[in-house]
């Protein structure tokens, strides 16, 4: 009933730039909080950036000042531009929605598929 379809992962040299975005689509009422979440080989997949629909923001510590989430309600798109990116922020970044209302009302949990970030020395 939604897909959220992520784009832009790729290789870069630490301290290059990259930007994911995520569009959702579907029987879409409104979406309320949509974030990132990465998870690193042998690694439990982490929080790295959310976004309330009013435009609030949460960062992880370890990203913050270098990553930089947005949205456009209208498009119910998502976006991470990650800037100054280190070796360390090498892993498969997933979108989500946690809550999404559909246009029947029912609420639904929607994921990516995920996308591949890989930085190099």
């Known amino acids: 009933q939604v897909q959220l379809v992520e784009s832009g992962g790729g290789l870069v040299q630490a301290g290059g730039s990259l930007s994911l975005s995520c569009a959702a689509s579907g029987s879409i009422f409104s979406i309320e909080d949509m974030g990132w979440y990465r998870q690193a080989p042998g690694k439990q997949r982490e929080l790295v950036a959310s976004?309330?629909?009013?435009?609030?923001?949460t960062y992880a510590d370890s990203v913050k000042g270098r990553f930089t989430i947005s949205r456009d309600n209208a498009k119910n798109t998502v976006y991470l531009q990650m800037n100054s990116l280190k070796l360390e922020d090498t892993a498969v970044y997933y979108c989500?929605?946690?809550?999404?209302?559909?246009?029947?009302?029912?609420?639904?949990?929607?994921w990516g598929q995920g996308t591949l970030v890989s930085v190099s020395s």
């Open positions: 976004i309330t629909s009013g435009g609030s923001t």
């Open positions: 989500t929605a946690p809550r999404v209302i559909l246009t029947s009302r029912a609420t639904v949990v929607a």
